[in-house]
């Protein structure tokens, strides 16, 4: 059993900053990856960026050079450390957790985030 939260979404103006904290508890030895994924009204869900074998990997060209991912070893929190932040980076944002060569998946709630003036 793998527990997963998300926190730190949050109402913030055009070029701010907001760090995503994915904490992920539980059975963490057969974990193959964590990623983020994000979700705007009316469009399809978006892998962002991902952390598998220790390697951090963006896969959405549009925060490259303004996100970043990473991960805290002591305690299993993954981060989406998110800069310059745009209008259009506005949706909820996901944590997934894969373990078993992608046979168990498990997500979090998802936590908001509003870019605006």
């Known amino acids: 059993q793998v527990q997963v939260v998300e926190s730190g979404g949050d109402l913030v103006q055009p070029g701010g900053s907001l760090r995503l904290s994915c904490v992920v508890d539980?059975?963490?030895?057969?974990?193959?990856?964590v990623g983020w994924y994000r979700q705007a009204p009316g469009k399809q869900r978006e892998l962002v960026a991902q952390?598998?074998?220790?390697?951090?990997?963006i896969f959405a060209s549009s925060v490259k050079g303004r996100f970043t991912i990473s991960r805290d070893n002591a305690n299993y929190t993954v981060y989406l450390q998110m800069n310059s932040l745009k209008p259009e980076d506005t949706a909820t944002y996901y944590c997934?957790?894969?373990?078993?060569?992608?046979?168990?998946?498990?997500w979090g709630q998802g936590t908001q985030v509003i870019v605006s003036s």
């Open positions: 997934d957790v894969s373990l078993r060569n992608n046979r168990l998946h498990y």
């Open positions: 952390i598998r074998s220790g390697i951090a990997t």
């Open positions: 539980g059975s963490t030895s057969t974990i193959d990856a």
